[in-house]
């Protein structure tokens, strides 16, 4: 499965961004889809998450409130919505894949594809 992620890019504090996540020749119908980020110097971070119907969302408590995760499957594509940036969002953001439901959602999964990421950079 090859994941492409886009639309990240420079936004001031306050503003947003959405991000996408897309597969080319494969449909995300059955995987469940997670966001995830690395700023420079900093470990990978779990953004949010959602499942492959797209009737469970998961967030990291840093974004919860601001950023909403959601999935159209008609048309491949996992969507990030990110209000209200703040300038410690800022990393690349990655988009990844898994056909298994993992135990936990967070830090610790680690899906089996990986999109090649997108920077976000929130800075005035």
């Known amino acids: 499965v090859q994941l492409q992620a886009s639309g990240g890019g420079t936004v001031q504090p306050g503003g947003s961004l959405t991000l996408s996540c897309t597969a080319s020749g494969y449909s995300l119908d059955n995987y469940e889809i997670g966001w995830f980020r690395q700023a420079p110097g900093k470990e990978r971070e779990f953004v949010a998450a959602i499942s492959w119907s797209g009737g469970s969302t998961y967030y990291a408590d840093s974004v919860k409130g601001r950023f909403t995760i959601s999935r159209d499957n008609a048309k491949n594509t996992v969507v990030l919505q990110m209000n209200s940036l703040k300038p410690e969002d800022t990393a690349v953001y990655y988009c990844?894949?898994?056909?298994?439901?993992?135990?936990?959602?967070?830090?610790?999964?680690?899906?089996?594809?990986w999109g090649q990421g997108t920077q976000v950079t929130v800075s005035s």
């Open positions: 990844a894949a898994d056909r298994v439901l993992p135990g936990q959602y967070g830090n610790t999964w680690f899906p089996s594809y």
